[in-house]
């Protein structure tokens, strides 16, 4: 996205020329979280999970790019309204074996299609050309999550 901002902006009350604002430019991480609500079982698992059951999921979402003029990689509430769009308003309160792709409701699986679904709204949205999805986490239980990176989706920069 390209931001006009003047050539002397105001800084603390100082006029300074944008050459010397700090920062901007360099590659940063910036990250969300997210609960959702939903049922699943699994199958071909012999345990407690092949029966119908529940939890609260825990998502993060992780975005790379290179700060703006602004001081911003990617909006927060950008990346809000993309996992809620995406993932979270699917999910939240289903069952999932009914509402995911056909996959066994894993949390390997169900991260892989999260990211794709992150990565396939950013790119397609074209609002930050700079940022990328770069890691997607998902807890099952407060000790247990599944995450891949850019790199093992072969999307790493160079890759692409
Ligand atoms: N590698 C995976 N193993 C298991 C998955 C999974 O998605 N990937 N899923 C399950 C079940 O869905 C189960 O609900 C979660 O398993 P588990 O962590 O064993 O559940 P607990 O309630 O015992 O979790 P605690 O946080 O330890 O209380 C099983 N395995
Ligand atoms: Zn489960």
Same mark, same amino acid.
């Given at each position: 996205m390209e931001y006009h901002i003047p050539m002397k902006v105001q800084q603390l009350g100082v006029d300074i020329d944008k050459s010397q604002l700090?920062?901007?430019?360099? &590659? +940063? /991480?910036?990250?969300?979280?997210?609960?959702?609500?939903?049922?699943?079982?699994?199958?071909?698992?012999?345990?407690?999970?092949?029966s119908l059951h529940g939890h609260t999921y825990k998502l993060q979402v992780i975005m790379r790019g290179k700060v703006d003029?602004?001081?911003?990689?990617?909006?927060?509430?950008?990346?809000?309204?993309i996992a809620k769009e995406r993932v979270?308003?699917?999910?939240?309160?289903r069952?999932?074996? &009914? +509402? /995911?792709?056909?996959?066994?409701t894993t949390a390997?699986?169900?991260v892989v299609w999260m990211y794709e679904q992150l990565n396939?709204?950013?790119r397609e949205e074209g609002l930050?050309?700079?940022?990328?999805?770069?890691e997607v986490?998902?807890?099952?239980?407060?000790?247990?999550?599944a995450a891949v990176t850019a790199a093992m989706m072969g999307d790493a920069a160079g890759e692409r």
């Open positions: 700090k920062y901007h430019d360099k &590659e +940063v /991480l910036v990250s969300k979280e997210f609960t959702f609500d939903s049922a699943h079982h699994l199958h071909c698992y012999e345990g407690k999970c092949k003029e602004r001081g911003i990689t990617i909006d927060f509430a950008d990346i809000k309204r979270i308003d699917p999910l939240d309160h069952y999932l074996n &009914e +509402v /995911l792709p056909l996959m066994n390997e699986n169900m396939t709204a950013v930050y050309p700079q940022v990328r999805v770069e986490r998902l807890w099952e239980t407060p000790t247990s999550y």
